[in-house]
C-alpha cells in the first residue's frame, strides 16, 4: 500500500486564468490514521466551475481555500484502510474532498455511495455527486416548471445543464439548449431530447430565441451570464422565473464586471430571480438522489460524462470549464488502477 500520495495545494490566488505556478503537485507522506478516521483512496476527482470561485479571496458561500492548504474538490473514492466505525474496506464514499489520490477523513461531508445495478461509478458519481441535485432543485424548485412553458438551458451540454434539459421535458416544458458548437448542439437534441438548440459561437442567441420562442421565455436556468445571459432576459415572460446556478463567463475575469441590472424589466414582468447554492438544499439531498435514480432507471434522464486522465494534469483539464471545452460532466480519472463498480 502506497506510503506517499500526490496532492495539489494552492500557492498563490489567480489572476486571470489559472496558469502554472498558481497550483503546485506536491508528494507527501499520507497522514497516519487516528482512531474514527479512514483512507480513501480518490478515483475520481470532479472539476467544477466553482473550484475557480474557492482559489480566490472574492465573497463566497464557503472560505476560500488558504495559501498553502490543498485544493478543495468533491471527490468519489474506495477505503482502503478503516479505523473508523462501520467503515469497512472497499466501500465507496463521495463527497467534499481534495484533490489528491489518497486522503484520510472522519467522514464529515462524505457519504456512503451504493451503486444503482449496472450504473458505472463515473456516472453514478457524475450524476448523484453535485449536478444532478444542483439541476434538480434549481429547476423544480426555484424554476417551478409547467406543462407548456418554455425553458431556457445555458450551457447545456455541461454535467447540470443536460439533466435540466431532461427535467424540462419530464415536466413538460418545451427546452431550448444553448452551447457551444455543433456537435453539442446536436447532441442535447438528438440524444437527450431538448427541442432546439442554439449554437452560441456561430448563431446571434437572440436572434434565434425570437424565432424559437416568439411569445417570450418562461424560466431561465442561468450558468453564463454575460452577453448569453442579457439576451435571455431581455426575453422573459411575465411572472418568469430565473434560476441563478453560475456566472462562469466572468470567472477568470481581471477586473470586476459589471452585470447590467435590469430593474425596470424586473418589475414590468414580474420576474422572479433567485441565486442559489446546491448546498442550500443539503437536509433534502436523498430526495433528488431517489428522483433522479428513478428517472434513470426509467431511461427518461440520460447523461454524458466527459472523463479526463491523470491528477498530474488536472490544473489543465480545469481549464476547457471556460473555454467551453468539456463535454458533458467534467471527471479526472485519479486511480486508473483502482477495481472498477
Known sequence: MA????????????????????????????????????????????????????????????????????MRGLVAGRVVRSRKAGVAEGEIFSGFGLWADHLVTGGQNFSRMDLPPGVPLSVAFGVFGLVGPT?????????????????????????????????????????????????????IVDELGFDAAIDYRREDVGARLDALAPEGVDINFEQVGGPVMEAVMGRMRLFGRVALCGLISGYNDTQAQTVPAPWTRLLMRRLTVRGFIVTDFADRWGEAVSALGGWMAEGRIRTRQDVRPGLERAVAHLDSLYTGGNFGKLLVEVSPDAPRT
Open 135 to 187: 439541476a434538480y432543485f434549481g429547476l423544480l424548485d426555484i424554476g417551478q416548471p409547467k406543462a407548456g412553458e418554455t425553458l431556457v438551458v445555458s450551457a447545456a451540454a455541461g454535467g447540470v445543464g443536460q439533466v435540466v434539459g431532461q427535467l424540462g421535458k419530464i415536466k413538460g416544458c418545451r427546452v431550448i439548449g444553448i452551447a457551444g458548437g455543433p456537435e453539442k448542439c446536436r447532441f
Open 3 to 70: 506510503s506517499d500520495r500526490q496532492i495539489w495545494r494552492l500557492a498563490r490566488r489567480p489572476v486571470g486564468s489559472v496558469t502554472e505556478g498558481d497550483l503546485v503537485l506536491r508528494t507527501e507522506p499520507i497522514p497516519d490514521l487516528a482512531e474514527g478516521q479512514f483512507l480513501l483512496q480518490v478515483i475520481y476527482l470532479s472539476l467544477d466551475p466553482t473550484n475557480r470561485i474557492w482559489m480566490s479571496d472574492m465573497e463566497q458561500y464557503m472560505p476560500p481555500v488558504a495559501i498553502g492548504e490543498p
